[in-house]
């Protein structure tokens, strides 16, 4: 499928797949926590398609397998018409463009994420100008929420409900205990 671009009033152009505005909410997902499922509810309300690409990377030790890690994403955003789930690997701006997505989702927590976020989206900026990163505030609630804690918490035998969906808790539970 050709890439199609969409003609903006002042300057730039964004990409676009059939008049569809794809956005593509990329992360480790090491494991799925509260924020990030809440960043997911709210960005799926802002674009036709949501892709949640769960990143490839073979230089960052990660616990959960990348099917293990799709899976669960799954079994929390299956209620979701416009969320789909997938895998990538390589520069996060060359899958932007092969799916033809308007734009990067990406959640912010605290001003500690800001600057590298910051430097992330300029980053992505000057490989493509065309690429767009949207921030979306984490919920109060998450706030203090990663996915290492969750790790953390879990692998000492502490209660993650509350920090991670309900339905994937077991789940995160019995690989945490047979992997650590
Ligand atoms: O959940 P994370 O670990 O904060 O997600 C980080 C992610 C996947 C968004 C970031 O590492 C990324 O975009 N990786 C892909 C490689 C890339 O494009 N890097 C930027 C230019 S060097």
């Known amino acids: 499928m050709k890439l199609s671009k969409a003609k903006h009033k002042d300057t730039e152009e964004c990409y676009m797949s059939n008049g569809l505005r794809i956005g593509v909410y990329p992360g480790s997902f090491d494991p799925l926590t509260n924020g990030h499922l809440d960043i997911i509810h709210r960005a799926s309300?802002?674009?036709d398609k949501l892709i949640v690409a769960v990143?490839?990377?073979?230089s960052k030790q990660a616990v959960f397998s990348m099917e293990e890690r799709v899976e669960l994403i799954k079994k929390c955003t299956g209620d979701i018409e416009n969320v789909e789930v997938d895998m990538f690997s390589g520069l996060l701006v060359n899958y932007?463009?092969?799916k033809q997505a308007v734009a990067i989702v990406k959640?912010?927590?605290a001003v500690s994420d800001y600057e590298y976020e910051l430097?992330?989206?300029?980053l992505n900026k000057h490989i493509d100008?065309?690429?767009?990163?949207?921030?979306?505030m984490a919920d109060i609630q998450n706030s203090f929420l990663s996915s290492?804690?969750?790790?953390e918490l879990a692998k000492n035998g502490g209660n993650i409900s509350g920090l991670?969906?309900?339905?994937?808790?077991d789940d995160i539970n019995l690989t945490l205990r047979k992997k650590l």
């Open 107 to 109: 959640g912010l927590r």
């Open 55 to 58: 990143l490839h990377n073979d």
């Open 119 to 122: 430097q992330m989206a300029m």
């Open 148 to 151: 290492s804690i969750v790790k």
């Open 164 to 169: 991670v969906p309900e339905q994937i808790i």
């Open 45 to 47: 309300k802002l674009f």
């Open 129 to 136: 100008k065309n690429v767009e990163t949207i921030f979306l």
């Open 96 to 98: 932007v463009k092969k």
